[in-house]
Structure formats: structure tokens, C-alpha cells
């Protein structure tokens, strides 16, 4: 009750108030285990931001001279992933922020760097303009007026603004290519930023693979279903770009295209597609015997695996599963595909519900796990991200329709089902997801989260935001039994205040979430061994 009569407290301060931030509210819980160093980026009383070095996380703050006087820090959307801040005034020492430390560094002059987006643990990005962070403390630089972003359709790609050109970034390095020339924005980009894959701007759409390296590009194949704002299946894999594309009217096929242009046809006729975004295996309907058949397409060797039952049905025989007759939609994390079928639609003309089943496949073996009491539809569609995620351990999920329920799939092959009401925002590993409530004006919740896991369990996670308030970040703490949740205004300020809350909430729901510090962002958090006993 103290907590939250706290965070209550907090959310109506004057401006005096103000002046006394930031603090420490209440100490972490005992219990709570695995926080090591963190930053704190906090007012100071010169209307400067500074920061502040703990040597854990929950440190009492009084008496705490800043690191930093003057510091604009690029926020990232996960304080464990590496991020830098700009000395302001008459502090311009920059820094570097990584696993909760501070480290000198001279970063590039080139204005504000204000946001960051984590590519992987090891890498982040940041936004305006564009910074490479490695968590060695690396910063790159891949030219002066340089705009990244997440690729849609797998990898990191840059722009120069100055040239119109483009380049890719190595996912383990944080280097940058060197820019080339296309079309259009590319589409995707291979790991390790040589590739690059674009579209040309006049229909007939074909694709266009770049090579950095050399600066050549050339179109290659046509591709059906890429007219202006249309989606179509590709994904760079070790040999190439593999996509599907329609060669003659009703006929489907799976292609491969190398850097140097050559053609690959890898199934064909095929029906339904979902590529993994590691570019080794796609889920397909393979309907060559004039039946569809759930199978894994190997897009290195061509191999076409008939996905089978894990045998929880029929332990002595592990069977094919039946031939698809309805629709069938399909998405993949990690090496796992979900898929839903739908019965036929009985050509009503009416979108009735229909029966559905769904199955979790292990797409390196071609096994399949079946998914009980999934939701009927009428219709079934792929889950999209805000932002594309550029990892292929990032969650997936199936959206039915009318009923708007979801299920979720998470890189360990795990499926979730949420009611409607609910979407999803991330996994927390051991099958939970983390879900953002709706409320029925549609508008999201922010006094509470909602946590699922395979079991069909459901807990709502209290978080004493207010309604002028944003849940920004959400942690699993390493001893899997707590959430770290950061509260921001809703309105975007540029030096944390009354509003900027960092709490402790117990991931079974239970208790009220303890307040540790109020008037400070966690820019930067360690994680120490914890004992597993």
C-alpha cells in the first residue's frame, strides 16, 4: 500500500515537488535478484540532465556526485542493450553506456543522438541520426548524414541522405558497407550488410540484388503480388534471396536468386509460404501431388521434409498429417513455424467462423505438435510487429477474426493463446508472453499488463501507471520471478521528471508494484550470476 500511495503522490507533483527529485522511494525488494550496475539519467538543478553510476541497481542516490553535468542520452527500448549519450554545456565529455557503465568516448559530431532501437544484445542503432553501438563500446559512424533502420523483410539498412544511396550494416560487427545505388528503399539486407534487395519502381515489379562490395546491381525476376503496397514472401538465405513469385497465372513457385542473377526454382507449385528469418528453412504447403501437405522447404539444398506428428498420438508411429483442405496461414520464430488451418469455406458469400486447427513445427525436424482448442474464424492473419524485428528469435503470433483472439508463438516453439482485448508486445522466455490490455475504446491500457503462457494461464500484472502516463520498457529480472517496468509521461519531455518512474512488479500479479526510484530514466542496467538453488 506504501507503494502505491507513493506512485500516487507522484503523479500529481508540484513544481516544488519537482525540485526534490530524483529519489530513491523504497529499497528493491530482498527477494529480487540479478540487478547489477545501472545508469540513471536525472534532473539537476540547472535544468541539465545528468548521470548517475550506481553500482547496483536500488542504490540510495543521496549523496551521488554525477558522472555527467550535461548529457543528452539516446534512449534505447531496453536498458541492457548498449546505447551512448552526448556531453552538452559545459560538459562535453560523451559516453558510451554498456551492461549499467560508463565509458569515455569521443562520438562522431554530428548533432543529437536521441533514440536508439537494439538490434541484438551486442548491437544497437541509433535513430536521427545514424550511430552503430557494439557492446565492446565500438561506435560507427557510416557517414555524415546517415538515416538507419530495420530492414522489412530481415536486416539493417542505411541511408545517405546527401547521395540517396543506400548500404547494410553487419549484424555482429556494427560496421557499415559502402553505399550503392537502387531504386527504391531496400527490402532487406543480409547479416552481414554486403546485400543488399530492392524493388524497381515500374511495374512490372522485379527484383534488384546489390552488392556492396563491388557496387554492381541488376534486376532479376519479376515479382507478382509487389504492386505498390503489396506483400510478398522473401528472405535472404546463405545462396541468395529465395521468394515466391507466380511465373503463369495460378501457378506458384519458390525461387532462388543469387547475387549474380541466376535463377533457382526450388517447389514449385506450392501454396502457402512462411520463411524463417534466418533464410535456412521456409514452412510450405507442397500441393505437387495435386494434394496440399504440410512440409519444410530446406532453402539451401531444395530437400522438401513432410512434416510429421512429435508422436504424443501415436507414440509407435509417428504419422503425416492429413492433407490440407482449407485455408491455411502460417508464421515463424526461431525454428519454429505456427500454423492454423481453417476449414473450407463453404462459398456462402458470407464470412462465417469456421473450425480450426493449429499445430507448433519444429521446422529441423518437420515435427509437429498440435495446439488444442483453437479459436474458430473466419478469417486468420499474421500478427505484424510496429517495427520489424531483425532477430529470428522474436515472437510471432496469428490474429482470428471476427473474435479477436490471438495466438502467440515463441522462439522455443511454445504457443499462447490471449483473449481478445490483447496484443501482444514480447516474450519473457519458459513459453510466457507479455501482452498490453486494451480498453474498449481501443485505446491501451497502462494500469496493467497481461502475462500468458502455454498452460493457458493468465495473469494481470498491476502497474500503478496513470493516465497520463506510458508503460516504456518492460524486463524479466533474472530470477524469472519479477517484472522491471519503466513508466514515462505520455507526452515526450527531454529531462526525466515527476512522471519517469521505475518499479518492481511481481510476475505472478500478486502484491502491489514497489516504487525504487521516481524522476530518473534506467538508461543502462547490468545483469549479475544469480544462484539457481
Not at 466 to 486: C, K, M, Y
Request: charged residues 20%.
Amino acid at each position: 500500500m506504501l507503494a502505491l500511495l507513493v506512485l500516487t503522490t507522484a503523479t500529481s507533483c508540484t513544481e516544488t515537488e519537482q525540485d526534490d527529485l530524483p529519489t530513491r522511494v523504497m529499497q528493491v525488494p530482498a527477494e529480487v535478484r540479478g540487478l547489477g550496475p545501472a545508469v540513471l539519467a536525472v534532473p539537476l538543478t540547472d535544468d541539465a540532465t545528468g548521470l548517475l553510476a550506481l553500482e547496483r541497481f536500488g542504490d540510495d542516490l543521496a549523496g551521488l556526485t554525477p558522472a555527467r553535468r550535461h548529457t543528452q542520452v539516446a534512449l534505447g527500448d531496453d536498458p541492457r542493450f548498449p546505447t551512448v549519450a552526448r556531453g552538452l554545456g559545459e560538459d562535453r565529455r560523451d559516453a558510451v553506456l554498456v551492461d549499467g557503465s560508463l565509458r569515455d568516448v569521443t562520438l562522431p559530431d554530428i548533432g543529437y543522438a536521441d533514440r536508439t532501437f537494439s538490434v541484438d544484445a551486442t548491437l544497437s542503432i541509433t535513430t536521427s541520426r545514424c550511430l552503430t553501438v557494439t557492446g565492446d563500446g565500438r561506435v560507427g559512424l557510416p557517414a555524415a548524414e546517415a538515416f538507419c533502420e530495420i530492414a522489412d523483410r530481415g536486416g539493417v539498412i542505411w541511408e545517405d541522405r546527401q547521395g540517396g544511396r543506400y548500404g547494410g550494416i553487419d549484424l555482429s560487427s556494427g560496421a557499415a558497407s559502402p553505399a550503392v545505388e537502387l531504386p527504391s528503399k531496400p527490402i532487406a539486407a543480409t547479416p552481414d550488410g554486403r546485400y543488399l534487395a530492392a524493388l524497381t519502381s515500374q511495374d512490372p515489379r522485379q527484383l534488384v540484388i546489390a552488392d556492396t562490395r563491388t557496387g554492381q546491381s541488376r534486376p532479376t525476376v519479376t515479382v507478382s503480388g509487389a504492386d505498390r503496397g503489396a506483400d510478398f514472401p522473401g528472405v535472404f538465405t546463405s545462396g541468395g534471396f529465395a521468394l515466391l513469385r507466380q511465373t503463369v497465372p495460378g501457378t506458384r513457385r519458390i525461387s532462388l536468386v543469387t547475387p549474380k542473377g541466376k535463377v533457382r526454382d526450388l517447389l514449385s507449385p506450392v501454396g502457402e509460404v512462411a520463411f524463417a528469418p534466418d533464410g535456412r528453412r521456409a514452412i510450405v504447403v507442397d500441393t505437387r501431388s495435386g494434394e496440399g501437405r504440410l512440409s519444410v522447404l530446406d532453402l539451401k539444398s531444395g530437400a522438401v521434409t513432410p512434416v510429421v506428428g512429435d508422436g504424443t498420438e501415436q507414440p509407435d508411429r509417428p504419422a503425416e498429417l492429413p492433407p490440407v483442405t482449407g485455408t491455411v496461414t502460417a508464421t515463424v520464430s526461431g525454428d519454429h513455424a505456427l500454423v492454423v488451418e481453417l476449414e473450407a469455406d463453404p462459398d456462402t458469400g458470407q464470412r462465417m467462423p469456421r473450425p480450426s486447427r493449429a499445430w507448433s513445427v519444429r521446422l529441423s525436424t518437420a515435427t509437429a505438435t498440435s495446439h488444442p482448442n483453437t479459436p474458430e474464424a473466419s478469417e486468420v492473419t499474421v500478427w505484424r510487429h510496429e517495427f520489424p524485428p531483425t532477430g529470428a528469435a522474436a515472437l510471432s503470433a496469428l490474429w482470428f477474426e471476427p473474435g479477436k483472439q490471438t495466438l502467440t508463438l515463441s522462439p522455443d516453439g511454445t504457443v499462447t493463446s490471449a483473449p481478445p482485448g490483447t496484443f501482444p508486445r514480447e516474450t519473457l522466455g519458459d513459453g510466457a508472453v507479455l501482452h498490453t490490455l486494451l480498453a474498449e475504446s481501443g485505446r491501451e491500457r497502462v494500469d496493467r499488463l497481461l502475462v500468458t503462457d502455454s498452460s493457458g494461464g493468465r495473469v494481470e500484472i498491476p502497474t500503478g501507471a496513470g493516465h497520463d502516463q506510458r508503460v516504456a520498457n518492460v524486463i524479466l529480472t533474472p530470477d524469472q520471478e519479477h517484472l522491471l517496468i519503466s513508466l514515462r509521461p505520455l507526452n515526450r519531455r527531454t529531462a526525466p521528471g515527476d512522471l519517469d518512474v521505475v518499479m518492481i512488479a511481481r510476475r505472478d500479479g500478486t502484491g502491489k508494484p514497489v516504487v525504487v526510484y521516481q524522476g530518473a530514466w534506467l538508461v543502462s542496467l547490468g545483469i549479475v550470476p544469480t544462484s539457481t538453488s
